[in-house]
């Protein structure tokens, strides 16, 4: 063999020029120095991170207290941390657009074009599969079982196998910093662009590997929410007395069963075309790019609602606790619920309305977005009239809420506007379409994100978080938002075409400099997140809420300590009313000792879920690279792991009886002996979390 062969066989296309230092070194211009800064802030962080788990001793308890636990609030926890780290760099290169364009006004600016495209391309995909769905994830992970009186999800270990796909996923687009270059394709990774005559490179074959774990992570969710949704929920908890964040939540599981095939599918396809030349996509052998585009929005549009729908039912959680009301509509919202999720599969074409199609189906597509707005208006009314007459407490996951309805439906009208094909044809493909897009996204799913991390916090770490950098935070996530997108809108209209590495009107420079600050207000409001969070664990001792109801809440979930014991309940509850724990309260016996314990069974722990996302992440770079090596290694390490599970019989450990009953006897007596907060000190130390019922009386 020559040498040259030998090196393709250990390393495939992998050379030094993959790597961005390289490239900056031979091509020391600015763009290449800004790549080269990003692949060594990604270096420098994972070895700052070895370097403090090192030091604190903290890698056995990072791998036996977490990434092999099987306990859904730990993985649930575990999901929303990938999210913050990848929502820090997608933010980053959000910024680093605008400030593109707000420089490169008949003027170079600071990025090449190439670069501009991948920083677009991995900018939404990391918003989208990455920092949203892990978001969403998380959450219900965490939430739903205890919701609905649950000691854990249907299926534990099929879990953290979920969620380590994702995670590799994620970590595969983090090296693409570091490691070569990520597709310049955009979000949706449109062929025959993406095909290799076209990028013959490994960006779009990162972006394929990267979707394809993530999605079939996304597909193993759906299908354990919703097994658990039907199968876990307590005696008397029937699907009318589930709150509505299990709806949306059980509506979501089944948009990503039916809705996330699809995408698969495709990535698969284009890969059969990249890589045995196949011709599903090309422009040529009997390709057509039309069938990617339906399967793509065949997913991408319910993916909207799998976005949507569970900051919805997160927003009718946190309006009717800090109304101080139940919820009103309760039947007509999970009725809007499910109507969303069944239209979300008929809206797909509307995403390309200018690609040739009649004018008749132009005209039904159009006319099936308008009525998809119906449903969700109604829950616009619905979550008005709760605040109707209420007593609102304006923390920060209710200021969270109320900038989601007035901010949203701005959004919403937008998008009626661009149901229509005409307006569709003259605005489609500019920065008007982009501004339509985070005024949904950002109010809607990002604000409802950030409400539920901050409504359910306590719950998950027995402490508060501080109210005062919460505020600050949402004024920068409000402010930041109106003066990054708001322009947009009027740039689209004058023409500006969206995904633009340069600019040659003139007279867009004053919006595109109203949108960077707002882009760096948004990245201060990140910056905020996290100081809120560092202060808190810092004052956590002055923030306690050991007994678990700090916001007067009316789910099961507030019915439990915080932090809740791993087994979650001591006893499953049996209930009997849509807001069963606010009845038990006002009738005094919330916090009562049951009559009788039992031993308990939870799943040990267990390494297939790490094992699996690690040889999915190693097989998905072989095949980036041409490693094929190191892609059957790790393609035989997922089976290795998955088949071995198989032959364990010692799958559970039992949590004694009297164990339980000492648990809930200590914390019963620390309920009995605290003395409920009123509103007015709520968000004060006073707080241990047992607030006072509002009202005091509540009909039997």
């Known amino acids: 063999m020559t040498d040259a062969a030998i090196q393709y066989a250990l390393f495939g296309r992998l050379d030094a020029k993959a790597f961005p230092f390289v490239r900056a070194w031979e091509n020391p211009n600015l763009s290449e120095i800004i790549g080269a800064a990003a692949g060594a802030m990604v270096v420098i962080g994972a070895v700052a991170l070895v370097t403090l788990l090192t030091w604190k001793r903290w890698w056995r308890p990072l791998f036996l207290d977490w990434l092999t636990s099987l306990d859904h609030?730990?993985?649930?926890?575990?999901?929303?941390?990938?999210?913050?780290?990848?929502?820090?760099?997608?933010?980053?290169?959000?910024?680093?657009?605008?400030?593109?364009?707000?420089?490169?006004?008949?003027?170079?600016?600071?990025?090449?074009?190439?670069?501009?495209?991948?920083?677009?391309?991995?900018?939404?995909?990391?918003?989208?599969?990455?920092?949203?769905?892990?978001?969403?994830?998380?959450?219900?992970?965490?939430?739903?079982?205890?919701?609905?009186?649950?000691?854990?999800?249907?299926?534990?270990?099929?879990?953290?196998?979920?969620?380590?796909?994702?995670?590799?996923?994620?970590?595969?687009?983090?090296?693409?910093?570091?490691?070569?270059?990520?597709?310049?394709?955009?979000?949706?990774?449109?062929?025959?662009?993406?095909?290799?005559?076209?990028?013959?490179?490994?960006?779009?074959?990162?972006?394929?590997?990267?979707?394809?774990?993530?999605?079939?992570?996304?597909?193993?969710?759906?299908?354990?929410?919703?097994?658990?949704?039907?199968?876990?929920?307590?005696?008397?908890?029937?699907?009318?007395?589930?709150?509505?964040?299990?709806?949306?939540?059980?509506?979501?599981?089944?948009?990503?069963?039916?809705?996330?095939?699809?995408?698969?599918?495709?990535?698969?396809?284009?890969?059969?075309?990249?890589?045995?030349?196949?011709?599903?996509?090309?422009?040529?052998?009997?390709?057509?790019?039309?069938?990617?585009?339906?399967?793509?929005?065949?997913?991408?549009?319910?993916?909207?609602?799998?976005?949507?729908?569970?900051?919805?039912?997160?927003?009718?959680?946190?309006?009717?606790?800090?109304?101080?009301?139940?919820?009103?509509?309760?039947?007509?919202?999970?009725?809007?619920?499910?109507?969303?999720?069944?239209?979300?599969f008929t809206v797909w074409l509307h995403h390309f309305f200018t690609m040739g199609q009649s004018a008749n189906v132009n005209a039904f597509f159009g006319v099936a977005t308008m009525t998809i707005a119906v449903p969700t208006g109604v829950k616009v009314y619905d979550w008005i009239w709760t605040m109707f007459r209420g007593e609102l407490r304006f923390t920060p996951p209710m200021l969270f809420s109320v900038a989601f309805i007035m901010t949203f439906v701005l959004g919403g009208i937008t998008g009626v506007m661009l149901a229509i094909p005409p307006i569709d044809f003259v605005v489609h493909n500019t920065v008007f379409l982009v501004a339509h897009f985070h005024n949904v996204l950002i109010p809607g799913l990002l604000y409802g994100m950030i409400a539920g991390y901050q409504y359910w916090f306590p719950k998950a770490f027995g402490f508060r978080l501080s109210e005062g950098w919460g505020k600050v935070s949402f004024v920068c996530w409000v402010v930041g938002f109106y003066l990054a997108f708001m322009p947009l809108y009027v740039l689209g209209l004058g023409g500006m075409a969206r995904r633009s590495q340069a600019i040659f009107d003139p007279d867009y420079r004053p919006w595109l400099l109203v949108a960077v600050i707002g882009a760096f207000i948004l990245l201060a409001a990140l910056a905020t997140l996290f100081v809120q969070l560092w202060v808190s664990v810092r004052d956590r001792e002055h923030n306690r809420v050991p007994v678990g109801d700090p916001w007067d809440a009316r789910g099961l979930e507030w019915s439990i300590p915080a932090p809740p014991p791993e087994y979650n309940f001591a006893t499953i509850p049996r209930v009997y009313h849509l807001y069963d724990f606010y009845w038990h309260k006002a009738r005094g016996d919330a916090y009562k000792l049951a009559d009788a314990y039992d031993d308990i069974e939870i799943p040990k722990n267990s390494w297939v879920g790490p094992i699996v996302g690690v040889a999915g992440a190693v097989c998905a770079f072989g095949l980036v690279w041409h490693i094929w090596w190191m892609t059957s290694l790790g393609f035989v390490a997922v089976w290795l792991a998955v088949i071995a599970r198989s032959f364990v019989r010692d799958t559970h450990r039992t949590i004694p009886a009297a164990e339980v009953e000492a648990t809930e006897r200590r914390w019963l007596a620390l309920a009995a002996r605290t003395r409920p907060v009123p509103r007015q000190l709520e968000e004060s130390s006073a707080n241990l979390g047992l607030a006072e019922p509002f009202p005091p009386e509540v009909a039997a």
């Open 73 to 344: 609030k730990k993985i649930g926890i575990m999901y929303i941390v990938v999210a913050g780290v990848m929502l820090s760099r997608a933010l980053i290169e959000a910024v680093l657009m605008r400030t593109q364009q707000s420089l490169a006004v008949n003027a170079p600016g600071i990025v090449a074009p190439e670069h501009f495209a991948q920083l677009f391309s991995t900018h939404g995909t990391i918003m989208i599969f990455f920092m949203a769905m892990p978001f969403l994830t998380g959450l219900i992970n965490y939430v739903v079982p205890l919701q609905i009186g649950a000691r854990d999800v249907a299926f534990p270990l099929l879990n953290s196998i979920s969620l380590m796909l994702t995670a590799g996923g994620a970590g595969l687009v983090m090296i693409s910093l570091a490691v070569g270059e990520f597709s310049t394709g955009g979000w949706s990774g449109y062929p025959p662009y993406t095909e290799t005559a076209f990028q013959p490179g490994v960006g779009p074959d990162y972006w394929i590997w990267a979707i394809t774990l993530s999605s079939l992570g996304t597909t193993f969710s759906g299908l354990n929410f919703a097994a658990t949704i039907y199968k876990k929920r307590c005696p008397g908890m029937h699907l009318t007395r589930m709150p509505l964040f299990c709806w949306t939540a059980l509506c979501t599981s089944i948009l990503m069963i039916f809705a996330m095939p699809p995408l698969t599918l495709a990535t698969a396809l284009l890969a059969l075309d990249r890589y045995l030349g196949f011709h599903f996509f090309t422009n040529d052998l009997g390709g057509n790019m039309m069938n990617y585009v339906n399967l793509f929005w065949l997913f991408g549009h319910p993916e909207v609602y799998i976005l949507i729908l569970p900051a919805f039912g997160v927003y009718s959680e946190v309006i009717s606790a800090f109304s101080s009301k139940e919820l009103y509509g309760y039947k007509s919202l999970v009725i809007a619920t499910m109507a969303i999720g069944v239209l979300s």
